[in-house]
Every structure is written in structure tokens, then in C-alpha cells.
């Protein structure tokens, strides 16, 4: 009776350690799409793209009518390298504000206390480290409010 309660113990442990992590993803799309199947998903979502500051090759940037916010993807070949969001906001106060929501919405989503390297008024960073990638929200309230979301890969050991 010992060893079939072990067994049954350890067989649950061993399908507990072997739950299966998202992959690292922007909104939902995973990093390891083709540049052209992410550029198709968002532009299935509404967005446009920039062509007068898209370089073919390198990057393509996309803005959507009614978001804060553009998307500028880097790209190399056809894989992926980094994801920025760059939000325009008016006022530093919604600047400081949009910052706190993002910190707190990814600290929820990802389970994850960032690490905060820069916390003054005007100037706040949060980087959260995740299986698959980085994101780092930084917020720089000089003399033109600035808000940034970069999402980076880690890169694979060969």
C-alpha cells in the first residue's frame, strides 16, 4: 500500500514539474513568428504601416487610430530581435500614471516583482525577466513626457 501511495505521490510531482510555459509572446503573439506572420497579426488587429519610418530589412513601424501608442518591430532576416512600444502622452502626470498600470499589470500577468533600478518622479524604470525574455518599462519625463515598453528575447546558447 506504501509504494502504490509513493508512486501515486511522485507521479504527481514528475506531471507538476513538467507543466508546459507559454512561450515569450507580445500581446499574445509569440516570439517565434516569422517577422511577416507578426506584421500580419497586427495588421489584422488594426494597425497601419508607417512606411515613411519603416526601413525595409531592419524594422517596420505600425500605429493604430485611437491607441496611445506605436509599435516599432526590429527585425533581422526573418527573426524577430526586439518589440517597442512608444506611447504619446501630453502630461507628465498621465505619463507617471500609464507607467504605474503597466508595472502593475505585467507584475500580475507574469507573477514577477520587477527589478527597479531607477524610481525617482520623472524618471522610473521597471525591467521584469521572464523564461523566454525581457521587458523593460521606462518612463523619462524631461521636457517631452515619454513613456517606452521594450520586449526583448533572450537569446538562444548555441
Not at 525595409?56 to 527573426?79: C, M, N, W
Not at 507584475?107 to 523564461?131: M, Q, S, V, Y
Request: net charge neutral; with cysteine; charged share 25%.
Amino acid at each position: 500500500m506504501k509504494k502504490i501511495a509513493f508512486f501515486v505521490v511522485a507521479l504527481m510531482a514528475l506531471m507538476a514539474c513538467q507543466e508546459s510555459k507559454s512561450p515569450f509572446n507580445y500581446r499574445g503573439l509569440a516570439f517565434s513568428l516569422p517577422i511577416h506572420d507578426m506584421v500580419d497579426s497586427l495588421l489584422a488587429r488594426g494597425f497601419v504601416v508607417d512606411s515613411a519610418t519603416s526601413d525595409s530589412g531592419r524594422q517596420v513601424q505600425l500605429f493604430k487610430t485611437g491607441e496611445p501608442y506605436h509599435v516599432l518591430i526590429a527585425y533581422e532576416g526573418d527573426q524577430l530581435q526586439a518589440i517597442q512600444e512608444n506611447y504619446r502622452l501630453s502630461t507628465n502626470d498621465s505619463t507617471r500614471r500609464l507607467w504605474q498600470e503597466i508595472r502593475d499589470g505585467l507584475e500580475k500577468e507574469l507573477g514577477a516583482w520587477p527589478n527597479c533600478p531607477i524610481l525617482k518622479d520623472d524618471h522610473k524604470k521597471a525591467d521584469f525577466e521572464t523564461d523566454g525574455g525581457f521587458i523593460s518599462v521606462t518612463l523619462e519625463n524631461t521636457y517631452k513626457p515619454t513613456l517606452m515598453v521594450l520586449y526583448k528575447p533572450k537569446k538562444e546558447k548555441k
